[in-house]
C-alpha cells in the first residue's frame, strides 16, 4: 500500500526564516512525487511534478528535491503570504490521475 | 479560462439522507476525479471517470458513487449518509487523466447532522 508521510504538522516561521517540509513516500512503481498548496477554504493548487530522484525544481521561493525515499519543500526567505498547508502527494501503479496525498503541513508565517 | 466548479459549494444533511454534488471540468479536460477531505484522513480518493468510463476506484463503500456525462461533467452521490460522511468533497480535473497535475475546485462542504 502506498503511504506518505509529511513532517511536520504545523511550522510556524517569522518572515525571512528560511525552512524545510519534509515528504517521505513508501510506493512501488513512483511515477511521480507532487507538490501542492492549499489555501483555507480553497482545493490545492499545484505546485511541481518531480519524476526521478535527483531532480529539482523551484517557482520563486519554493524549491523542491526529491530522493529515492523521500521529497523536501525548501521555502527560502518566506513572506506571509507563503502561508498555506503544504501537500505532497505519490503517483504510482496504472499511472491514472490516482493520487496519494500526505496529511500536510500547515506553514504559518509571521510578518 | 475558467476553472473547475463544483456546486454546491455547502450543504446541510441529516442521516440516512442522500446527496448529489456536481462538478464543471475546465473546458477540454476529460478526466474528472474525485477526493474526500477530512481532519483525520486527508485527502483519499474517490473514483476517477474519464470519457463516461470510470477507470479507478478507491477503498470506499458501495454507498458512494459517481457518473460523467458525455460533456465531461461529473456528479458523485452519497446514499444512506452516515455522520463519518461529513468532509470537504474535491473534484479534480485533467486533459487526459495520466498525470498528477490535477486542477481542483474549491470544493462542496458536506456537514451530516
Known amino acids: 500500500e502506498d503511504q506518505v508521510t509529511q513532517s511536520p504538522e504545523a511550522l510556524r516561521l517569522q518572515e525571512g526564516e528560511s525552512s524545510s517540509l519534509n515528504c517521505s513516500y513508501t510506493?512501488?512503481?513512483?511515477?511521480?512525487l507532487f507538490w501542492y498548496r492549499q489555501d483555507p477554504g480553497k482545493g490545492p493548487e499545484f505546485l511541481f511534478t518531480?519524476?526521478?530522484a535527483g531532480e529539482e525544481k523551484e517557482k520563486e521561493r519554493l524549491k523542491a528535491t526529491l530522493t529515492k525515499k523521500e521529497s523536501f519543500l525548501h521555502i527560502t526567505a518566506p513572506k506571509p503570504e507563503d502561508s498555506a498547508t503544504y501537500l505532497c502527494?505519490?503517483?504510482?501503479?496504472?499511472?491514472?490521475?490516482?493520487?496519494?496525498f500526505g496529511k500536510g503541513t500547515m506553514l504559518l508565517v509571521s510578518p | 479560462k475558467a476553472g473547475v466548479t463544483q456546486t454546491p459549494r455547502y450543504l446541510i444533511k441529516t442521516r440516512g439522507q442522500q446527496v448529489t454534488l456536481s462538478c464543471s471540468p475546465i473546458?477540454?479536460?476529460?478526466?474528472v476525479s474525485w477526493y474526500q477531505q477530512t481532519p483525520g484522513q486527508g485527502l483519499q480518493f474517490l473514483f476517477e471517470?474519464?470519457?463516461?468510463?470510470?477507470?479507478n476506484k478507491g477503498n470506499f463503500p458501495g454507498r458512494f458513487s459517481g457518473r460523467q456525462f458525455s460533456n465531461s461533467r461529473s456528479e458523485m452521490n452519497v446514499s444512506t449518509l452516515e455522520l463519518g460522511d461529513s468532509a470537504l468533497y474535491l473534484c479534480?480535473?485533467?486533459?487526459?487523466?495520466?498525470?498528477?497535475?490535477?486542477?481542483f475546485g474549491e470544493g462542496s462542504r458536506l456537514t451530516v447532522l
Open positions: 479534480a480535473s485533467s486533459r487526459t487523466g495520466t498525470t498528477g497535475e490535477l486542477f
Open positions: 510506493v512501488s512503481g513512483l511515477r511521480g
Open positions: 518531480l519524476y526521478s
Open positions: 502527494a505519490v503517483q504510482a501503479g496504472s499511472g491514472y490521475s490516482t493520487l496519494t
Open positions: 473546458s477540454g479536460h476529460r478526466s
Open positions: 471517470y474519464f470519457s463516461e468510463t470510470q477507470r
